[in-house]
C-alpha cells in the first residue's frame, strides 16, 4: 500500500493531492506527518510530499472553481476534525467532486459524501455549542482568559464570533487539549501556540477571580435543586466540557 506523508499543513495536503494526479503511484491514504512512524509497518511503501506552494494554488483554484461553496465548508470543516484518516476521506472525497463537481453533495447515497458531510456537522455543531459554553475568567482591568477543552479544532470557527463581541477586551481563549489559544484585543485576533504550562504561569499571577467568584455565586444562588434535571443538563451541556465551566470549578 501507497502511504503520502505530508507536513500537516492544509498547502501540504493540496500538493498531496496534485502529485497524485500525477504520479502513477496513487495513494491509498494521506497522513500527517504527526501519525507518521514507518519503523511500525514494514511493509507499506511511504512517499515523503514536500509542501509546494505553486502546486497547492493550483489544486486550490481548481476546488474554488468547480466545487460548490457548500463542499467548500465541509472539506474546511473536515480539515478541523480530530477524526483519525480524515485526510484520506478528503482525498476521495476532492477526487470524488472533480468528477461530480458541483453536484457532489446531493449524492447522498455514496458513502464518502455521507460521511464527510457527518464530520462537518459535527464539527459545527460542537462550535455553535461552545458559543455558549465558554467562560472567561476576569485576571486584571479589560483582560480576560478562557480554557476549553474541545473535541475538535474549532477555535478557527470562534475567533470572529468572540472578537466581534468583545471588541473593546483583551482576551484570550486557550484549547488546553492542543495547547494554542485565540489571542485578541481592540477587535482583532490570531491563533497561536500556548503551552499548559504558560497558560498556568499566567493564572498563578492573577489569582485574584473576583468574577468567576460572583458566577458561582450567582449560578448557585438561582439554582432550584427540586428541578435539577441532571440528563437533560447532560444532553444540553455533555459532562466532557464541565472541567472548564466556571459554576461547576
Keep these: 500500500m501507497i502511504i503520502y506523508v505530508f507536513d500537516g499543513s492544509f498547502e501540504g495536503f493540496l500538493t498531496a493531492i ?4 500525477y504520479s502513477h503511484n496513487k495513494p491509498a ?3 500527517s506527518r504527526d501519525n507518521y512512524d514507518s519503523s ?3 511493509i507499506d511503501e511511504f512517499i515523503n510530499i514536500d509542501t509546494d506552494e505553486l502546486k497547492s494554488n493550483k489544486v486550490n483554484a481548481a476546488i474554488k472553481k468547480d466545487f460548490s461553496k457548500a463542499s467548500l465548508i465541509h472539506i474546511y470543516h473536515c480539515t478541523l476534525s480530530s477524526y483519525e484518516d480524515i485526510y484520506t476521506l478528503l482525498y476521495k472525497f476532492i477526487v470524488l467532486g472533480f468528477k461530480l463537481k ?3 453533495d446531493s449524492h447522498l447515497h455514496n458513502d ?5 458531510l457527518k464530520i462537518s456537522r459535527r464539527v459545527s455543531l460542537e462550535s455553535h455549542r461552545f ?8 485576571l486584571e482591568e479589560n483582560f480576560y482568559y478562557s480554557s476549553i477543552e474541545p473535541d475538535h479544532n474549532i477555535l478557527p470557527l470562534i475567533g470572529s464570533h468572540f472578537s466581534t463581541r468583545f471588541k473593546n477586551q483583551n482576551f484570550i481563549i486557550h484549547d488546553i487539549k492542543r495547547q494554542i489559544a485565540i489571542f485578541s484585543t481592540n477587535g482583532k485576533w490570531i491563533i497561536g501556540d500556548f503551552t499548559n504550562s504558560e ?3 499566567l493564572l498563578n499571577h492573577n489569582k485574584d477571580n473576583i468574577y468567576a467568584d460572583l458566577w ?6 438561582t439554582t432550584i435543586k427540586e428541578r435539577t434535571n441532571s440528563k437533560l443538563q447532560k444532553r444540553m451541556m455533555p459532562s466532557r466540557y464541565w472541567n472548564q465551566l466556571t459554576e461547576v470549578e
Design 29 to 31: 491514504k494521506i497522513i
Design 102 to 104: 458541483k453536484e457532489l
Design 199 to 201: 497558560s498556568k504561569n
Design 40 to 42: 511500525l509497518n514494514l
Design 112 to 116: 464518502i459524501v455521507i460521511e464527510v
Design 131 to 138: 458559543l455558549g459554553f465558554i467562560r472567561f475568567k476576569n
Design 216 to 221: 458561582r455565586t450567582y449560578f448557585d444562588s
Design 18 to 21: 496534485y502529485d497524485s494526479y
